[in-house]
C-alpha cells in the first residue's frame, strides 16, 4: 500500500500545484525534476530522431544511384528528353529562402514561448501566430518545389532517388504541417476561460524546434553538399 | 516530505531557472541566419574547393544544430539530465548510422552499380561463357 501511494504521488505531478504557469522550468514533484509532458516529449523526439536518421542514411545510401529522371521540360540547362540528376533539378536560392523562413520561425516561437512565461497573452498569440504563418510559407515553398519537379519530370517513382528524396522531405513537410496545427490549437485555446500553461507553450516549442534542426540537417545533405 | 522528495534523483529539480534576455535571442537568431547565408555561398564555390565546401558545410551544419539545441530548445539552461540524455542520444545514434552506411559501402567506390556508386560510363562486360569442366564418369 505505500508503494502505491509513493507511485500516485510520482505520477500526479500537478495535483496541488498552484504555480503551474509560474515558470516554464519550475520544479516538479517527479523524479527527475521535469514534468512528464515533458519528459515524454523529449522521448518522442530521440524517437523522430531514428526516424529521420533513417531516413538520411537511406537518401544517402540512394543520392547517386543509377536511374536517371528524363525531363519532360527544359530545365537547366537541359534539352527536352535529357538525362538530368535529380540534384540539377534543385533550386537552391529558392530553397535558401524556404530555409531562412523556418529558422526566423524558431525564433518567432522562442518569443512565444518566452511571453507565455510572462502571462503576456496578447504577445503569445501574436508570437505564435507569426511562427505558424512562417511555418504555412515554408510549407507553401515545399508544395511549389514538388510541383516543380514533378513537372520536370521527377516523381516518386521515377527513380529509388527521387523517392528517397519525396520521403523525406514528405516526411520533413508533415511533420511541420502538425506543427502548425499544434500552433493554431494553442491560439485557440488562449481564446477560453484555462489557457495553455507555459509549459505546455514550451512543449509545443521543443517539437517546433526539432522541426527546424531537422531540416538544418536536411538542407546541408540533401541540398547543400553536391 | 513525499517519498519522491527523498528520493536521491532528485537534485535536479529546482535546476536552471535562468532565461536570456530577449537581446540574446536576436543575437542568436542573426548568428543563425549569417551561418546559414554562409553555408549557401557554398554552393557557387568553384569546383576545385568542392572538398574545403563540405568539410565548412559540416561544421557550419554542427554550429547551427548546436545553437537552436541549446539556446532555442533550452538545454543550456534546463535540467541537466536532459543535456546529458541529448548528448549521449546524439552520439549514439551518429554511430549507429555511420556504422550502418559503412555496412553499405557508403564511403567506397568499388566500381559496382550499387548504393552510392555512380552510375557506369561503360556497360557492363558480359560473364563468361565457357562451360563448366565436365566430371569423368566413373569418379
Known amino acids: 500500500m505505500a508503494d502505491t501511494a509513493q507511485l500516485g504521488s510520482i505520477s500526479e505531478p500537478h495535483v496541488g500545484v498552484e504555480d503551474d504557469t509560474a515558470g516554464i522550468h519550475a520544479g516538479h514533484h517527479t523524479n527527475t525534476g521535469i514534468s512528464n509532458e515533458k519528459l515524454g516529449m523529449w522521448l518522442f523526439l530521440g524517437s523522430e530522431c531514428l526516424l529521420f536518421g533513417g531516413l538520411i542514411s537511406t537518401y544517402l545510401l540512394y543520392k547517386n544511384r543509377p536511374g536517371i529522371v528524363i525531363l519532360k521540360v527544359a530545365a537547366k540547362g537541359a534539352a527536352v528528353g535529357s538525362p538530368i540528376r535529380i540534384s540539377k533539378l534543385f533550386d537552391i536560392p529558392f530553397t535558401s529562402v524556404s530555409s531562412f523562413v523556418l529558422l526566423a520561425s524558431s525564433l518567432t516561437m522562442v518569443f512565444a514561448v518566452l511571453a507565455a512565461s510572462r502571462d503576456q497573452t496578447d504577445k503569445l498569440r501574436l508570437w505564435l501566430g507569426t511562427t505558424a504563418l512562417l511555418g504555412a510559407v515554408f510549407i507553401g515553398g515545399q508544395v511549389y518545389e514538388f510541383t516543380s519537379f514533378v513537372k520536370e519530370g521527377l516523381g516518386f517513382t521515377s527513380n529509388v532517388s527521387s523517392s528517397a528524396f519525396f520521403t523525406l522531405t514528405g516526411f520533413h513537410g508533415v511533420h511541420v504541417t502538425l506543427g502548425i496545427v499544434m500552433l493554431l490549437s494553442c491560439i485557440a485555446l488562449t481564446f477560453r476561460a484555462r489557457k495553455p500553461s507555459a509549459e505546455a507553450i514550451e512543449i509545443v516549442g521543443l517539437y517546433w524546434h526539432f522541426v527546424d534542426v531537422i531540416w538544418i540537417l536536411i538542407f546541408t545533405v540533401v541540398y547543400l553538399i553536391k | ?139
Open chain 2, 1 to 139: 516530505m513525499t517519498a519522491v522528495a527523498e528520493s536521491p534523483t532528485t537534485e535536479h529539480s529546482e535546476e536552471g531557472h535562468g532565461h536570456p534576455s530577449d537581446l540574446v535571442y536576436w543575437k542568436v537568431g542573426g548568428i543563425l541566419a549569417v551561418l546559414t547565408g554562409l553555408e549557401v555561398s557554398t554552393y557557387w564555390w568553384p569546383k576545385g574547393a568542392r572538398h574545403i565546401a563540405v568539410a565548412v558545410l559540416l561544421i557550419m551544419m554542427a554550429i547551427k544544430f548546436c545553437t537552436v539545441a541549446l539556446y532555442f530548445m533550452h538545454l543550456k539552461f534546463d535540467a541537466k539530465i536532459l543535456r546529458r540524455l541529448f548528448i549521449t542520444g546524439f552520439i549514439l545514434a551518429s554511430f549507429v548510422y555511420l556504422l550502418a552506411l559503412s555496412t553499405f559501402q557508403f564511403w567506397d567506390h568499388s566500381g559496382t552499380p550499387k548504393f552510392n556508386d555512380p552510375p557506369r560510363s561503360q556497360p557492363i562486360p558480359p560473364p563468361p561463357t565457357e562451360p563448366p569442366p565436365s566430371i569423368p564418369a566413373g569418379e
